[in-house]
């Protein structure tokens, strides 16, 4: 079994963990913590550890010493001043070269497909944003946070990581079927919104509708496309958004015999050179990924610094995974029972400089057509969990809207 789009997601916002409790927590799997926060990087020749203790921080060969004894200045460093100041530079300042390199730049390939020069903290990462910002310190701050008193609520967020039984596909049939299916229409071909008067008449395959509230959720770049009456409204900037690009490849085992997959997955630093930017083993996290003694992996590549391997022929990709596999994981003999591709053109939005002025345009255009309710990943995070809490607050303002 394996995935296609995003494969874990975090219970990071309470909205997650109220929407299984909606759907029924029967669906709901949740990986081993302990599992899920082994994650390894790479590192020269093999795979070290992410520290995550004290101990495991001093002894880790990720860190530079300079690094890892300047940890304990961090509180002492000045505060920022440049609140578009990107993220490579935010660390460098707060942590150090090292911990860029080994530890942020992969994060950032793994979940933005991005470069730390791209990503600016106050929009992709508000919260560590906010730590410095609040406390002047990522040291203190997360001390603060960690004894801020949580409402009840509060603490239905946690750092599981969570998928649906039978893969995230589930999630999505049992959201349908509580919506009920005859309220769904799948593969809208040539939507059309047009505003007419007070209501919104909705065009798709040659039928018309009309609402007196429209909610779209699709991509920032995909708005005026369903949308065209905001082109020309001074806002068209709002909608030119940069995804990058990234491939995912599941690879599938009926018999592992590579290292042990005794984690979350491993991830590759841009410093190292290498071809993919990281692979997830989901089958050691989620049950009935992989037959008993095999494996599943996800694996990734392209990103903002190879958009250009989503070019590559299904050949080419094949061997640069196997080359990468093999030696990543130890695998001598590489002969997958399942390869499959999925190439996502528009993959991630990239929350930079450009995101303020993305906000403001669909703010504007709410405010020039009401009844439009703008979302989508443009906007309020990409992972899951934010894409949740989006769902339900924009669910909820129309609910408001209509009680009116
Ligand atoms: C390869 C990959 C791996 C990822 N991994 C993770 C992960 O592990 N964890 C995580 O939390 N996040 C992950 N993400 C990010 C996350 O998947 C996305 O941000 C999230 O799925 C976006 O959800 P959404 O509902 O906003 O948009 P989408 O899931 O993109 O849904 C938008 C829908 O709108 C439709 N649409 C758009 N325009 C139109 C139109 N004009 N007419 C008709 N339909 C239209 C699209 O076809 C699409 O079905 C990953 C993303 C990718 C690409």
């Not at 841009?270 to 008993?292: D, T």
């Amino acid at each position: 079994m394996w995935e296609t789009g995003p494969c874990t997601g975090t219970i990071g916002t309470p909205d997650v963990a109220e929407l299984f409790e909606d759907l029924g927590l029967d669906i709901l799997e949740t990986a081993d913590p302990a599992l899920a926060h082994n994650r390894y990087i790479w590192k020269g020749d093999r795979l070290h550890p992410l520290p995550s203790s004290l101990v495991s921080g001093i002894q880790t060969p990720l860190f530079s010493w300079k690094d890892k004894l300047g940890i304990l200045l961090e509180p002492f460093r000045p505060k920022g001043n440049d609140p578009e100041e990107n993220l490579a530079s935010f660390v460098k300042r707060r942590l150090g070269e090292s911990i860029l390199d080994y530890a942020v730049d992969p994060f950032v390939s793994g979940v933005y497909a991005s470069t730390p020069e791209h990503v600016i903290p106050k929009y992709a990462l508000p919260k560590l944003y906010a730590l410095e910002e609040k406390h002047g310190s990522l040291i203190l701050g997360s001390i603060h946070k960690m004894k801020e008193p949580k409402s009840e609520r509060d603490k239905k967020a946690s750092k599981k990581i969570f998928s649906a039984k039978g893969g995230l596909s589930i999630l999505i049939e049992t959201l349908a079927k509580n919506i009920g299916t005859e309220n769904i229409s799948l593969n809208a071909g040539n939507l059309c919104v047009s505003p007419k008067g007070n209501t919104f008449v909705v065009s798709c395959d040659g039928t018309e509708q009309s609402f007196t509230h429209v909610i779209f959720t699709g991509g920032a770049n995909r708005i005026t496309e369903a949308c065209p009456f905001l082109l020309n409204r001074g806002i068209d900037n709002a909608f030119a958004v940069n995804y990058t690009k990234v491939m995912e490849v599941a690879v599938g085992f009926e018999k592992w015999e590579g290292r042990c997959l005794d984690g979350f997955g491993a991830l590759v630093p841009s410093k190292e050179g290498r071809k993919i930017l990281g692979a997830l083993f989901l089958s050691s996290l989620f049950k009935n990924r992989a037959p008993k003694g095999g494996a599943m992996l996800s694996v990734f590549m392209g990103g903002k610094r190879h958009p250009e391997y989503l070019d590559l022929t299904d050949d080419e990709v094949f061997n640069i995974v196997k080359d990468e596999l093999s030696s990543m994981l130890n695998l001598k003999d590489f002969r997958p029972d399942l390869f499959e591709i999925t190439r996502h053109q528009n993959a991630i939005p990239m929350y930079d400089a450009a995101t303020p002025g993305r906000q403001e345009g669909y703010s504007k255009a709410e405010e020039m057509f009401p009844g439009l309710l703008l979302g989508g990943n443009g906007i309020g995070g990409i992972g899951m969990a934010d894409r949740i809490k989006q769902g339900k607050a924009l669910a909820t303002k129309l609910l408001q809207a209509h009680a009116r």
